[in-house]
């Protein structure tokens, strides 16, 4: 089992910053990857980013590419995501998974761990 547990999440103005973070316990060498993905009231859980655990490699979704960056420190088991130029329709409940998958996966449920989530709210 992994665990992961998020926080950073918050209310900010259109065109701020925020910087999510997602740590990772338990059985953590068996991830392959882990991801972002988000979900606003009344819609679909949506992909946003995720990162190969191993070789750190991003991969994003259309919608934040050159907005958002996804990170991990190796040694912290510790994944981020590095929100830019932040827009109202930004705004949604934030969940780390990890997939013990390929990578890349985009689609929720090849994710085999989830956090509890975190929120963003992005004002206009």
């Known amino acids: 089992q992994v665990q992961l547990a998020e926080s950073g999440g918050g209310l900010v103005q259109a065109g701020g910053s925020l910087r999510l973070s997602c740590a990772a316990s338990?059985?953590?060498?068996?991830?392959?990857?882990m991801g972002w993905f988000r979900q606003a009231p009344g819609k679909e859980r949506e992909f946003v980013a995720t990162i190969w655990w191993s070789g750190g490699i991003p991969y994003y979704a259309d919608s934040v590419k050159g907005r958002f960056t996804i990170s991990r420190d190796y040694a912290k088991n510790t994944v981020y995501l590095q929100m830019n130029n932040l827009k109202p329709e930004d705004t949604a409940v934030y969940y780390c998974?990890?997939?013990?998958?390929?990578?890349?996966?985009?689609?929720?449920?090849?994710?085999?761990?989830w956090g509890q989530g975190t929120q963003v709210t992005v004002s206009s």
């Open positions: 338990g059985r953590t060498f068996s991830m392959s990857g």
């Open positions: 998974a990890a997939t013990r998958g390929s990578w890349p996966i985009t689609t929720s449920y090849e994710y085999d761990y």
